[in-house]
């Protein structure tokens, strides 16, 4: 059986996670924090959460993840069969990653954990970078209603555990709402929040939160 290492506070860890839910790949979880103790390391060579074990054994980064449930497992399909649509579907999830996540990601630490102020060079930068990737996104994404079309892609993956964070920064650190003029992106948040696996991972994301804020915010600890 597939098992996925990895801790319910992770969007990337919940990326990977729905993708299994959503093709019903039977798959059990496997509690972990990434360090960089030699026990972790030799299951993830960065120390980073997901991990996902196979047969083969262990396979680190969400992306490549992804791509192999796609490729060797059953299930809806997440990625179009045209190699010019998966193309598509891949390029809006990277540029969700580099030009939203990344980003926002910069700014996590003061703005969901109580932690230090971010430093103003990095705050600025984030900023723009954040308005440059939105509005990337409004042009990119066909919000029809999915991201990328009419079918729940691996793009909606990225989209879904990107943006709302992104969202919260903006509001927070920007007095900015970066869905501003995005009437159907807002639509489909709405609409992946009604999903019953999303449902479940925030269930198990909520009810993880208090255990996972203590280890962050003890001493030494950056969240992992």
Do not use: W
């Not at 054994?57 to 490729?71: C, K, R, W």
């Not at 709405?190 to 804020?213: G, S, T, Y």
């Amino acid at each position: 059986m597939l098992k996925l290492y990895g801790f319910a506070a992770s969007n990337y860890f919940n990326m990977v996670k729905l993708a299994l839910m959503e093709k019903a790949l039977p798959f059990e979880t496997v509690p972990f924090h990434g360090c960089q103790n030699p026990q972790i390391l030799a299951v993830s060579p960065r120390g980073k959460v997901p991990v996902l074990e196979t047969e083969q054994g262990f396979l680190s980064e969400t992306d490549a993840i992804l791509d192999y449930l796609e490729e060797t497992q059953p299930g809806i399909a997440l990625l179009p069969g045209e190699p010019f649509a998966r193309a598509g579907v891949r390029a809006l999830a990277k540029e969700i990653e580099l030009y939203i996540e990344l980003p926002a990601r910069v700014c996590y630490v003061e703005v969901f954990f109580g932690g230090r102020p971010t430093p103003e060079a990095l705050k600025a930068k984030a900023g723009r970078d954040l308005v440059k990737g939105f509005t990337a996104l409004k042009q990119r994404a066909r919000f029809a209603p999915y991201a990328a079309g009419e079918r729940f892609t691996l793009a909606d993956l990225y989209f879904l555990y990107s943006v709302d964070l992104a969202v919260e920064v903006g509001k927070r650190l920007f007095d900015v709402d970066f869905l501003s003029g995005m009437p159907a992106a807002r639509a489909l948040l709405e609409r992946l929040a009604e999903n019953p696996n999303v449902q479940k991972i925030a269930a198990d994301r909520l009810a993880e939160a208090p255990a996972f804020l203590e280890r962050v915010r003890a001493p030494g600890r950056t969240p992992g």
